[in-house]
């Protein structure tokens, strides 16, 4: 069975593939870049949505030092686990931005806090902060830009991790009858709800429960 991941896979998972009797071809349909840092204070209450967030802030040394000791909030278990890999305690861990929002909304309604972020985010946090009016400063630290590419040959599965991939994706092909999508989160399942019905959503936004759902799917669809 044929995959296509929308984007460049981990070695390790990409073996785990494999070894399902998957073939797999990668290609990333976004890509990040970096943007310039200004000096800016930091509060005591941080939020992260992504991995790639988080990646670029620590890397940069004023803003790291500036991190340090913060109270953090993000979303998704690699989210988490690279900031617990940079020396930081995630004090509540959401599976996606609206639950995040709502858990804040209740428990920490007077406080401010940073949100690093990039240009394409979703908008539920800072629509949820601003319905409780609540104090929150975005800092776009990175840009997304979509990177399309048309595929000819068909896919049984395909594998999408955000909702700017399934945008990108749709630039330049069409769903096809017989390809089974699978989501890694509720956000990207719903942008590819916007094209297609055919997808399937892993129980949590991590590399294991995706694969199982892709093993699950194709094993009942070939009893």
Not at 151 to 177: D, H, M, R
Not at 209 to 217: A, F, G, K, P, V
Request: proline share 4%; with cysteine.
């Amino acid at each position: 069975m044929r995959v296509l991941a929308t984007k460049l896979l981990s070695p390790e998972f990409k073996d785990r593939l494999i070894h399902h009797g998957f073939s797999v071809v990668e290609f990333p349909f976004i890509s990040i870049s970096p943007q310039p840092i200004s000096a800016f204070e930091v509060e005591n209450h941080v939020i992260f949505t992504s991995q790639n967030a988080v990646q670029i802030a620590f890397k940069n040394k004023r803003l790291n030092a500036k991190l340090q000791g913060k109270k953090f909030f993000c979303v998704g278990e690699k989210t988490k686990s690279l900031l617990s890999k940079n020396g930081q305690k995630v004090i509540k861990m959401s599976q996606n931005s609206l639950k995040l929002a709502r858990f804040l909304a209740k428990n920490y309604k007077n406080e401010s806090f940073s949100f690093f972020c990039g240009d394409l985010r979703r908008p539920e946090i800072e629509s949820v902060f601003l319905d409780h009016q609540m104090q929150i400063q975005p800092h776009e630290i990175y840009k997304t830009t979509l990177t399309p590419k048309q595929f000819t040959q068909a896919f049984e599965g395909i594998l999408f991790y955000s909702p700017s991939a399934v945008e990108s994706f749709f630039q330049k092909n069409t769903w096809q009858e017989n390809t089974q999508g699978f989501c890694l989160g509720t956000t990207t399942a719903r942008k590819l709800n916007e094209f297609t019905e055919n997808y399937s959503i892993a129980k949590t936004p991590s590399e294991s429960h995706l694969l199982l759902t892709l093993t699950q799917h194709f094993r009942q669809s070939h009893a």
